[in-house]
């Protein structure tokens, strides 16, 4: 399952882009005749093409990682038996890249879209990507330059507005948030069944949140999320009778673990070596460092973290491509920082503009990257 593409003491890259979320969305544009730039996954091409459906439904639970549904949901679980297997996210294991990737069909290092908060060389700030704020910003206004510059650089037309655009079948996004927000899960799901009766050949994309925002403030297994995932798979398995003609892909962008909080403010000598704050995602952590400090900082790093982080240099992420293959993306470069540390253990590292959290993600350990592919 897992593919290390360097062995020894090099950088490992554990994300296999051969069967990835990027993948199955490849094979979704396949079957709705759009260019994909990526292989497809042959045994899903195989099942659209065999039962060639009317509908084809993607249902993604933010957070419901391969391994967590394993150790809460029962064996016999519909979910579960429906797995065909766990595949691999993209990295970083976090929704901005996650998402946009099964959305598009692209890799992050195709898209641009890297992490919750990333550094725009253009406008010299780090900004959330999905709302242009600036890190730090308390009164979280958005950007206009921000917007702007993400709207030129960054890759996000989705499946659904391509076929639209395409104009022979239709596409339909559902989400909790936007103009057309639903109220709840069970809204998603009753919309789902409502669109799956309209007629015509079309490709519903369903986004929902959770477990993952209540994961993030609650803990990974405390008994809120294990009945949310539980009423997911109950859900789930209702639905499906319910729908004629439709192959239903049911996804997640990544997992979680328990985390245990470091705060750099406690590190002032590695903060002296900073140019400005961290970026992309306290797992998987930008490092913007002064050129004549960087011999200190890697020592500095070293000492503290490496029991913890891995750290890698600018150079070893982008040969490594760690980020998937593809046309790089013009800011995907500056992005990156000077050095990419990647969280091996459940500890993270936390600026001072981070917000705490008990169950966390976007680290390099199997329960944050092996996301279920289940298809029924």
């Not at 691999?88 to 992050?108: D, K, W």
């Not at 639209?164 to 948030?177: H, I, S």
Request: overall charge negative; aromatic content about 10%.
């Amino acid at each position: 399952m897992i593919k290390y593409v360097w062995e020894g003491d090099e950088m490992k890259v554990k994300n296999d882009y051969q069967e990835c979320l990027t993948n199955l969305a490849c094979s979704i544009r396949k079957y709705f005749n759009l260019e994909y730039k990526h292989n497809t996954l042959d045994y899903i091409d195989k099942i659209l093409e065999e039962r060639k459906p009317k509908n084809v439904v993607t249902i993604l639970f933010d957070g419901m990682g391969s391994n967590i549904i394993d150790k809460i949901l029962p064996s016999d679980s519909f979910l579960i038996r429906h797995r065909l297997k766990p595949i691999t996210t993209v990295f970083p294991a976090t929704t901005v890249a996650a998402t946009t990737s099964i959305l598009t069909g692209l890799n992050p290092v195709e898209t641009g879209m890297l992490g919750w908060n990333m550094y725009l060389k253009g406008i010299d700030k780090i900004v959330t990507a999905f709302y242009g704020v600036e890190k730090g910003d308390e009164t979280e206004t958005p950007l206009e330059e921000a917007i702007n510059y993400k709207a030129k650089y960054m890759k996000t037309r989705s499946i659904t507005e391509e076929i639209n655009l395409r104009g022979e079948d239709k596409g339909y996004g559902l989400f909790p948030f936007g103009d057309d927000a639903y109220e709840d899960v069970d809204e998603m799901f009753e919309r789902i069944v409502k669109l799956c009766n309209m007629e015509g050949k079309k490709y519903i994309y369903a986004y929902d949140d959770e477990p993952d925002h209540s994961m993030h403030e609650k803990g990974t297994y405390c008994k809120q999320i294990r009945d949310m995932i539980r009423y997911r798979n109950i859900m789930v398995e209702r639905l499906a009778p319910k729908l004629k003609d439709t192959v239903i892909f049911v996804v997640a962008d990544h997992g979680h673990i328990p985390v245990e909080n470091i705060h750099l403010e406690n590190y002032p000598k590695i903060l002296e070596c900073l140019e400005r704050e961290t970026a992309i995602e306290p797992r998987a952590t930008a490092f913007f460092v002064k050129e004549e400090k960087k011999d200190e900082f890697e020592k500095l790093f070293q000492k503290e973290f490496s029991e913890y982080y891995d750290l890698h240099t600018k150079k070893d992420v982008i040969e490594s491509k760690l980020f998937g293959d593809g046309e790089e993306n013009p800011i995907f470069r500056d992005a990156l920082g000077d050095y990419l540390a990647i969280a091996k253990t459940n500890k993270v590292l936390l600026s001072k503009y981070d917000k705490e959290f008990k169950s966390h993600h976007a680290g390099y350990m199997d329960d944050e990257i092996l996301v279920p592919l289940i298809v029924i």
